[in-house]
């Protein structure tokens, strides 16, 4: 049984809400001269034996052969006591839908020129409109009685993240340029997707790509590398550290310098001055090797003047008891306490003898007359 109405109208109050159909089930047998009243924020799509009919803009319509010609040729039945208009109506949103959000549900695999092959996550937002209402209703609403944005969320959502794999894969190198992209992003973005949202008779206003983010991994190895690069001076980072600490446990006192001093036991003491030593200093000579008296340089072993302060050259006096190198003029050795001897060389060996042996120590050779 048909339904008569006099007035056609849906006031929209359902906000995800983009299309709703008049009457839900059925057709509705709308009377001659009927009032339609369309918001401005609205558009009704007529609808009669399965074509569409007119478009209405907001206002109020009297329904009549001016206002839907297409359903009148289409019917063309004799008026008599019964109205010729049986249709369904669409009442369709034309306002922005805003804040409605994208986001990948699996991450995309993307080939990074740094890291390699890696998993990206990516997430924004976009804004809507429906802009051909005719063909929003026969692409997506059909013969549903509401159609919301939740609908057709997931749709959009495969086309977008469809797209953002193309384009990374295309335009993008490696993951540490995206800080400095995603506004270059966003637009290229938009002009792509723009075109698959015009084939459902929707606008695509503005899109933002927020974030796109790696693996937790990769984010340590990105965050080691910025850590690395703020550090700068390996060497000059360690003594700081150091001076730091020293200080700290200084001003303490009590249980923390005592603590601080069981760890220099431990062998920071003996780090340490390696690690605050002056690198520019001089580096000391090897034993045996001839060195300067005044600038303590190291020269050749057939050197006589030093070649940076012009110095004669002194051969090291080395420890008969340790063989630790002495200074020049020294009569005990510094680290044993033995005292400095003059010494010879064995005729066989050329082994140090102190001067007054007899024989050498180390392979027997008599070095002087019997006493």
Request: charged share 20%; hydrophobic share 40%; glycine share 12%.
């Amino acid at each position: 049984m048909g339904i008569f109405l006099e007035v056609l109208e849906y006031p929209g109050e359902i906000a995800d809400e983009i299309a709703h159909r008049i009457p839900e089930r059925g057709s509705a047998e709308i009377k001659y001269g009927a009032q339609c009243i369309v918001r401005d924020y609205q558009c009704a799509v007529f609808f009669s034996a399965g074509k569409g009919g007119d478009v209405l803009p907001g206002g109020r319509h009297t329904l009549s052969t001016k206002n839907i010609p297409i359903l009148t040729n289409l019917l063309a039945l004799p008026w008599g006591f019964k109205s010729p208009f049986r249709c369904e109506v669409y009442f369709v949103t034309l306002k922005t839908f805003a804040d409605m959000r994208w986001g990948t549900t699996d991450p995309v695999a993307f080939r990074d020129k740094e890291f390699g092959l890696v998993r990206l996550r990516a997430h924004g937002t976009y804004t809507f409109r429906v802009a051909e209402p005719a063909l929003f209703v026969n692409r997506l609403v059909a013969g549903d009685d509401s159609f919301t944005t939740g609908e057709i969320q997931d749709q959009l959502r495969s086309i977008i993240v469809s797209r953002l794999n193309d384009f990374l894969g295309e335009t993008l190198t490696s993951i540490l340029d995206l800080p400095g992209q995603y506004k270059e992003m966003s637009e290229a973005l938009r002009g792509h997707l723009g075109e698959e949202f015009r084939k459902f008779g929707l606008e695509l206003q503005q899109f933002y790509v927020q974030s796109v983010t790696p693996p937790e991994e990769v984010q340590k190895a990105i965050d080691a590398r910025s850590s690395m690069g703020a550090v700068g001076n390996l060497d000059a980072f360690l003594k700081y550290k150091a001076a730091n600490a020293l200080e700290g446990a200084a001003a303490a006192g009590g249980a923390a310098a005592q603590g601080m001093g069981m760890v220099a036991g431990m062998g920071f003491g003996a780090m340490l001055p390696g690690m605050l030593v002056d690198r520019t200093a001089p580096q000391a000579a090897p034993k045996g090797q001839v060195f300067c008296a005044g600038c303590h340089n190291a020269m050749g072993a057939d050197a006589r003047f030093c070649p940076g302060c012009g110095k004669p050259s002194v051969v090291v006096v080395r420890c008969l008891q340790c063989s630790e190198d002495l200074p020049p003029g020294a009569r005990f050795c510094m680290k044993c306490g033995t005292a400095v001897q003059e010494k010879t060389s064995c005729p066989k060996c050329s082994a140090d003898v102190v001067a007054g042996a007899r024989f050498c120590m180390k392979c027997g050779e008599k070095t002087g007359k019997a006493g």
